[in-house]
Each structure stands twice: as structure tokens, then as C-alpha cells.
């Protein structure tokens, strides 16, 4: 079966390969039956990789330890979901889920596109080169169909990861990271055909949307699984390998406002290109920086062989983005002017900053430790504070910028018009705000502005919503007539949930430690905890304790039962027990260590607000669908655009 | 653009460039606080609520030369704790001996990406 399983990849690297070699010739001398075939060539890609990706499914699912990677992440033991989880659990599985979703991808998106011959004729080598790496990769350095002599059982997996959150987390990254070369094939494919209007945008909105919502749902579905499964009360530290998955998303979310523009009145066209170019190679970086082991993090990757090819590639991609737009320079070049610094263009472009800003700044506090390295010979590295203090600088601002944008006019905006725009979600944010100073939220600035700024934004918001229902008579009608609009303001309602609640849960959370015998409370923000006693617990491979909590406060009773298991194999492993207060939409997190006897250590940390974190998901993902879903009036307009034939076809 | 340049230049003028992060071997002659990531080796001992604290030694990940460096903790032991393992650890060293700072020791997670060991063919 691993024979199988190698020819599908082999098939499937021929295929892309000729797509780069024949594609290139067929755009470069204009030959419509090669360019043709090319692409036939990299749609039949993915099933050839399909049947790869089965083998190794089928191997996994019947725990075939002939294959050696399935020998080294699972085991007898380890129940069916897990076992096929397993194909993204390691690196050469990783590598094949890639290219899998990328010829998936690459095939719908040129075949949706096909019309749109010139734009499609040099995206189609921009994918296959894209493609031909991690076919290369499967191939000839890293392949999961590597055969050994079966040994008595497999490696297993890690008790952490086996959580139905590691069921999703992983691929829905996937998703998002390799959702990202779509609009960076189309736009590099409108460079080299020189074809450099919005044509490359349209055909990519919705498939960037898609990519950046998934992106944005595995990091949450990532926090949330920190959360309730390793134990230590947090859900984001800042890792670099956490970052890696922020920083495309954050240039992501750059590049959605700045097309709006481009779109709009064909500005920006130089920014969109180094937006999608750098997001594109932030997704490459953070597969680099996981499997390359140059910068420490607590996620204790490997040092591998294969992080020097990925450097390989993310330079030559690089230096390819950056030598194509610098070559197209004069045809991007636009005539239209920012004519006010107060618009909604303006806007659009502070956000921008903003939000680029604040991932470069991160990027520089992953990179810290490397560029220390090597300019002063000792390895630094900066922590939460740096992280925080930019959060706060650039983050703040692009809160509030997401209640300003929508109420200022296209153009130029008169201050009279402005006044009266801003007086209701100016008054709402102030009255807010002094109330909360009034009730002692004025203890952390960043947190007292971040809910002052949500106040304005929620109520920019619903005045957007209100003013839009007087003129329809309906919310849903209002929606469907403006799906990308409202959808987009959905999306910023998630986006001030989110805010709120991290806010919330670090600028108020309440932390207590205190060691309690059987019998004494301890307490914390309103509740008070009382220790009962402990009991042990016992399972098929570890043996544990329970320490057992009664606990009130807020008019809310309920019990608790922190404690340790005791792994045979991996080690202890700490066990949270969370109440999910319904009140405040807080959680009181408890976690328990035995001190000697009957005596324990109990944290209790307070969390306000968390639940609206994961909340916000939802809320979130409810945005994004109704800013994708297929709108037949924005088709007829775009069809009137570019007409002779040359529609492009979103998602 | 401006503006956030400058931000982030004063940032990094006034709040110093960070913590050193260090390996067992290269920690001799830190005084001040730093970061130690190692592997933890030999056998724990001591209680990490107890006051003599919990006893370990580090040595550099990966390497099996004799630097190592000998580590008291006091506070929560993190999940998956034992020989063998990677941690982080913040402290500093004092007359040879590393002391960290209570609950600041990390466990590396175990990685997917990790090199597999699997039970000897039977």
C-alpha cells in the first residue's frame, strides 16, 4: 500500500511540474492549448494527491506500523479519531495535508476562473511553484511512506493532544495558512500578465475571506484548548509559534479593508500587492519557524532537517514577490489622490497601518532572539510586556478606528457632518466610561479604554443597523441587499466581544494561591472556595487526585474538583476544573497541586467576561458567511465591469 | 508609519531588548536575571512546596556533554514535569547554583513534531 501511496505522490509532482515548465512557456509565448493543458494539469494534482492522502488514512486507521510514521504517532491503544488525527500530528503528514488542500484549492480556484484567460494563464505556474515545493518535499526529503519492520506497538500520541480540539485546531490553521496562496497566485499571475486592474481581487475575495476566517477559528479553537487543557489559566502566551499564526492573519485583515479601496476608487494598488505578498510569506514563515527549531518556544518542535529547505523556498518566494511588484511598478501606479486626511479612504489606511504595524512588531519580537544572536553573540528575548505595551498601542487605536470608518463619507468629510454623525456613539462611550471609572474599572487604563472604545463602536454599530432598517424595513432584507457590508459589521461586533473579553479576563482577572487543609476556604473576587477534602482518581494509564471544592458567591452555589493525574508514561499533568459563571459570562478556574498529606495548593484565578473570547468565535464565523455568501447583484455589477467574457468567478 | 516607528523606537530605547535566554552551558558568569531553557536530567528530588524547594539539574537540549547546572524551584510544578523533559525556567544564578523564580518554570510541550520512539519489535 505505501507503493501506492508514493506513485500518487510521484504522479502528482509530475503533474504540477509540468504545470510550472509548460504553464510558464504557454503564458510567456501566449499558446492557448498549452496554457490549457497546463492547467488540466494542475486540476488533476489533487486527486492524485487525494489517493496519497487515503493511503496514509487507511495505514492510520488500521494502525499499519509497517509505516513508520504511523509507527511513531499512534498505537494500539489510541481510539480511532485520534489515531487518524494522527495525519497532521506529524511533520511528513503536515507536509502532505498542505499540499493537499493547496492542489484542492489551486485546481477549484483556476477552474472557477477559467474564464479569465490572460489573469489565469500565469497563475496557474504561480500555484504549480508553490505546489511543486511540497510535492518535492514528499517526495525526495520527507515521506510519510517510508516502510520499516512493525514494531510491537507505536510511539502513541501525547495525553494533551488527545482532545477533540486537536481534531480541528491543526487543520482549520491549515486551511487558513494555505488558503493564503490563492490571492498571492492570482496577484503574482496579474503582475507577470501585467493584467493589474481589480480583476485578481474579485477572483480572489471570497477565497481570502474563507482563508482568514479559517485561520481566525483555528487560532480560537488553539486558545480555547490551551485553556481548558493545559491547565495554566491562559489561553494566548505569545509564543512564537502562536505568533505565527497571528501575524498572516493580522496582514490578512490588512489587506480585506485595503482592497475595499482599491475596488472603490482604485487606490493602493502598490500596498495591495506587498499586503498579499507578506501575508503569504508569513504563512510560509510560521511553517518554517515549526519545523526549523531556530527560535525557542514552549512548543518543543524538533530541530529538522527540512527547515533549511523552507528557508530556501520562503527567500526565493520573497525575493520573487518583491523583484515582480518593483518590476510592475508603473503599471500599479494609480492617478487617484487621498483627497482628506478625515474619510473613509483615510480611515481604511490608519487602520492599515495600524494593523500592519502591530504584526511587524511582533514579527521583530519572534525574530529578537536570532537577530541578538547574531549581532551581539547572546540570545534575547523579549516577553509579555513588549507584546502587551504594543497591543495596547496599536490595538487600541484600531478599536476605535472600527467605530469612526463606517460613520465617515467616502471622500471628504465636513466637520458639521461629522459632529452629527458622532453624537450619539460619542455620548454613549463618554457615559460609559465615567460610569465604569465610577465603579473602579479605572485600575487598568488599557482595560477601562478598551470597553469605553467597544462602547463606541457597538453604538456606531447599531446606528449603522438602525439607520440602514429605516431605509429597507427590515434587518434581513438590509443584510441580504449588503451582505458585505453588514457581514463586515457582524464581524466587528466579534471583534468587540473579543476585545471585551480579553480585557476582561487580563486587565480584571483576580488571581489567589493559598495552601488549604481539609476544611479551610479561601477567596477570591466575591466567591468563596472550601475545601472538602481529596480523593484519588485511577484510569487506564495514570493515577490521580481530586481535590474536592465547594464554592459560593455572586448568588451562584456549585462544586469543583481540581487536581493532578499522574501519566505512567508522560508525566503529571495538571487537571483544571472551571465553572462557567452564567451571571458575569466569567469563569472561576481552579487548579490543585498536593503539598503533603491532605494538604493542597489551590489557585483560583477569576476571569471576567472570558466566555465572551469564545462567544466572539461564533459570532465571528456568522460575519464571515454572510460577507462570502454569493450575491447576485454584486455578479451583475462586476459582470458590467468586465465584460467581453472575462468575469471573474469567486469562491 | 511614521509615528509607529517612532513608537516602537523609544519602546525599545526605554524598556532595555529583553531577557537573556541561555542553554546550562553557556550560563556561568550571569549574574542578573535570565531565562535557562535545558533538559532536565538525573533525578528530582525535594518538595516544591517544601521549604528547601524542589532539586533538579539542566542540561543543554539535545546535547549529551557534562555541563550542567543545578536548579532549586519553589511553586506550581507544571504539567508533564519529569526527567527527561525540556523546560524554561526564569531566575538567576548564585553561587553556582540556579534559582528560579516560584511558578516560572515551563514545561516544553511535548511536540507532534517531535521525534517518534516507538517499543522495540518483538
Redesign the interface.
Known sequence: MAALGRAALLLAFGLIAYALIAGSYAAWKRRRRLALSAQNALIAAFPATLVAAAVLFVALGRRD?TFAYV???TSHKLPLGYALSAF????EG?LLLWLLILSGYAGLAVWLNRRSRDLVAWTVPVFALVASFFAFMLCFVSSPFNVA???????GM?P??QNPYMLAH?PMLYLGYVGLTVPFAFAMGALLSGRTDERWIVATRRWTLAAWTFLGVGQLIGSHWAYVE???GGYYAWDPVENAALMPWLAATAFLHSVMIQEKRGMLKVWNMVLVALAFNLSLFGTFL??SGVI?????????PIGGWFLGFLVLMVVLSVALIYWRLPLLRTKTRLESLVSREATFLYNN??L??LCL?IL?GVL??VL?DAVRG??????K??YD??LH??GLPLLLLMGIGPLVAWRRASLRSLGKTFLIPFGFAVITGVVLLALGFGSSWPGLLTYTFSAFVVASIALEFVRGRAATGSVVRLIGRNRRRYGGYIVHAAVVLLAIGIAGSSAYQTVR?Q?LRPGQSIEAAGYTLTYRGSTDVRGANYTGFRALLSASGHGEHFNLDPGMNDYAI?????EASIYHDPRSLGDVFT?A?L??GNVI?L?VLVKPLVNLIWAAGFVFVLGALIAMWPDAVEQRRLAARYAAGAVPAGL | MAAALAVFVVYTALAGNGVAQLKPSTLAGHGGDVTVVGAVVGKVTGDAYGRSGMRFQLRDIGSAGAARVPVVYRGSVPDLFKTGRDVVVEGTLRNGVFVAKPGSLITKCPSKYGPGKTTSST
Do not use: C, M
Open positions: 506500523l509507527a511513531q504517532h497532521w500530528g506529524g511533520q503536515s519492520p512493525a514494531p510491537a506497538d507505536g510511539a501525547v494533551s493532544l491543526p493545559i491547565g495554566w515549526t519545523r525557542d518556544s514552549i512548543h518543543s518542535f524538533s530541530q529538522s497601518l495600524l500592519v504595524a512588531t521583530w529578537y532572539p541578538s547572546e540570545t534575547r528575548s523579549v516577553s510586556p513588549y505595551f504594543f498601542t496599536f494561591e495552601h508522560e508525566g503529571p499533568s495538571n487548579k497541586q503539598v503533603k495548593d489557585q
